[in-house]
């Protein structure tokens, strides 16, 4: 950051990282099939989502409270590499089933893309000896959603079937917005 006046600080900060964050839902659901009764089809849909890294390109404008205390606002360009992964497994269960008579099947899909979007946040630094400062920083960070969808059939395998005994289909939108605190620690040369 640069002083433009006696109490006016501009700048401008670039970051990259590494994000460790996965989501996963599990979902069961049971359907009742017509003509089946008494064997439903058990669906079971996974869905994971995660963010493999996180960067931003930031502007920031602050006031000097005093030659040591500084208060900032910064805010600009969010990006990173957002993954959505989903996977739908069904098959029938329950009792007098013909081995083989029924496959279960399982579909997955995956997107992955680097999605772009903003940041805003604050922060606080303070001189705490020569050189030497420390800082708090709060970042919101809005990447917006990634969607992804995913079909799946159970077929009758059968000779003596009629086809299709279930469809489903899971549509995936998973929102990626952080809130991120971080701390740090700076020295001037």
């Known amino acids: 950051m640069n002083q433009v006046t006696t ?3 501009v700048g401008l900060e670039a970051d990259l990282q590494a994000i ?3 989501r996963n839902v599990t979902v069961t ?3 009742p099939v017509t003509g089946f009764p008494v064997n439903p089809v058990n ?5 994971s989502s995660k963010l493999d890294f996180l960067g931003t390109v930031r502007a920031s ?5 005093t030659p040591s205390l500084l208060t900032y606002i910064t805010g600009g360009l969010a990006y990173g590499e957002a993954e959505v992964n989903s996977s739908i497994t069904q098959n029938i269960i329950g009792p007098g089933l013909v081995p083989g008579q029924f496959t279960p099947y399982t579909a997955v899909g995956t997107s992955k893309v680097v999605r772009f979007g903003a940041t805003i946040g604050a922060g606080v630094e303070w ?8 800082r708090a920083e709060y970042l919101y960070v809005g990447l917006d959603k990634n969607t992804q969808t995913v079909n799946s ?4 395998s059968s000779h003596a079937g009629n086809g299709s005994l279930s469809a489903a289909t899971v549509i995936t939108s998973a929102r990626f917005d952080e809130n991120i605190l971080r701390g740090g620690v700076n020295y001037r040369f």
């Open 7 to 9: 109490n006016t600080v």
């Open 20 to 22: 460790g964050n996965n």
């Open 29 to 31: 659901s049971v359907t």
């Open 43 to 47: 669906q079971t849909a996974t869905i």
């Open 61 to 65: 404008g602050g006031y000097l409270w």
């Open 127 to 134: 001189m705490v000896m020569p050189h030497w400062s420390v």
């Open 153 to 156: 059939t159970l077929l009758n």
